[in-house]
């Protein structure tokens, strides 16, 4: 692909995007003077979409009018609420409905898959995850570990960049569960890694892992809605995603997981049971015995918060409107053009930690200032002074990622200008 630095190019871009009205479809947060903001933040919370607030008043207008008969009684009665999201998600992940359920919030999901997915022994008790993983699957991986009996110092095996790379080489990955698979009971790595927006070689690491008799989920909240994802062929056992970062559900929004189909009738598997996951035909009889559903509704727990789930309607008619591959053909010219601006005009101030490959990246590209911390930092507060959104991560990260649903390649144009401006 080739750019042109030219504002004149972003704007005949945006002309030319047969995806360009669906901006319209977004609330678009503005500056003091009322000028939108540029939002590149889409990573860490994804923007509203207008039509969010009509599936909130639909449930409140509901909850007022018919109050208990609501589970039963309206155009989305509250019983069978959480089955009109799996066909949605089963398409976004690549997975049939039957293996996927919104439900909970990820860290949550995650801890219900490790009690069923990770069943250490003395001779494999450990679980590989990624060095720089995001804290609270670390965190929810330890205390897996410490709930079984181990100890996260011996059974938390992790795999880095090697000294000197940013991205983690899938070669290493496969190696090591080569080397160690007969020791690990569990792989659980992202799709999408939080802070390099490195994408992860799904397939080749879940065959790896099942060949080595591990079981193996993903992370994939950075790559839900924004990579394409095939959870379903690779094989993975099991794997959970929130739906606020690309998916635009809203802050806190109800998380997703997918359970492969070869355990949707394996009903000896090991799990934290809840009567939502209690075949639905004797759910209010409440037999004394669970009898858990086939599929991953058979992991639910509790009954869904409507009104926490209803945003998430809204957003799934809205990538099913598109599709996936609409969004990711657009998604890789944005973010190459970011890319290409950035090492056109920045390149002696700052280095992408993020793949060049378009394979091995998703919208995200994080950056870091060739500058001190502190220095970096003033330059990050300058562009949101300006309102130009992007996050900061801590020690020296700044990530920023063009959504193919809401933003032009004038603000990826307006981003580099801004930066350029920040850093002189
Ligand atoms: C990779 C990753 N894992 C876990 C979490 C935590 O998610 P939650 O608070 O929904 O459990 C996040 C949140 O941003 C994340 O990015």
Redesign the pocket.
């Known amino acids: 692909m080739t750019f042109s630095l030219e504002r004149s190019f972003a704007e005949q871009q945006d002309r030319a995007d047969p995806l360009a009205k669906l901006r319209n479809e977004f609330r678009i947060p503005r500056r003091a003077d009322g000028s939108e903001q540029v939002y590149l933040c889409g990573h860490s919370l994804g923007l509203q979409p207008k039509t969010v607030a009509a599936f909130v008043q639909e449930e409140l207008d509901n909850w007022a009018h018919r109050a208990v008969e609501g589970h039963f009684e309206s155009q989305r009665p509250w019983l069978t609420y959480h089955e009109r999201f799996a066909p949605s998600l089963a398409r976004l992940v690549g997975a049939q409905p039957l293996e996927v359920v919104a439900m909970n919030?990820?860290?949550?999901n995650l801890h219900l898959m490790l009690a069923t997915f990770y069943r250490p022994t003395r001779e494999r008790p450990k679980i590989l995850i990624e060095k720089h993983a995001?804290s609270?699957?670390r965190y929810a991986v330890a205390s897996q570990i410490r709930l079984h009996g181990f100890d996260p110092a011996s059974s938390m095996l992790e795999i880095g960049p090697r000294p000197g790379e940013e991205a983690v080489r899938t070669q290493d990955v496969l190696a090591l569960i080569e080397r160690e698979g007969a020791r690990i009971a569990t792989v659980m790595l992202?799709g999408v890694q939080?802070l390099n927006g490195q994408r992860f070689d799904l397939r080749a690491i879940a065959q790896q892992a099942r060949a080595a008799g591990c079981r193996v989920g993903f992370?994939l909240?950075?790559a839900i809605g924004n990579v394409p994802i095939e959870l379903h062929d690779c094989g993975a056992d099991f794997a959970v995603w929130?739906h606020y970062?690309y998916l635009n559900a809203g802050p806190?929004a109800i998380?997703g997981c997918f359970v492969h189909e070869r355990h949707a009738r394996d009903f000896d598997l090991v799990r934290l049971g809840g009567w939502w996951g209690h075949d639905k035909a004797s759910r209010f009889q409440m037999p004394h015995e669970m009898q858990p559903l086939p599929g991953a509704e058979g992991w639910q727990i509790s009954n869904l918060p409507i009104l926490a789930a209803a945003p998430l309607l809204a957003s799934l008619a809205q990538f099913d409107n598109v599709g996936m591959p609409a969004l990711r053909a657009k998604s890789l010219r944005l973010t190459a053009y970011l890319e290409s601006l950035l090492r056109a005009q920045l390149a002696d101030s700052l280095t992408i930690l993020t793949p060049t490959d378009p394979d091995a990246r998703g919208c995200q590209l994080s950056l870091r200032l060739k500058r001190s911390p502190s220095e970096a930092l003033k330059v990050f507060e300058a562009l949101e002074a300006g309102g130009f959104v992007g996050d900061w991560r801590e020690p020296d990260v700044i990530r920023a990622a063009p959504v193919p649903l809401y933003n032009t390649f004038a603000d990826v144009w307006e981003f580099a200008a801004a930066l350029g401006r920040a850093l002189r």
Do not use: E
Request: one cysteine or more; proline letters at 6%.
């Open positions: 919030t990820l860290t949550v995001f609270s699957d992202p939080f992370d909240a950075h929130c970062k806190g998380g």
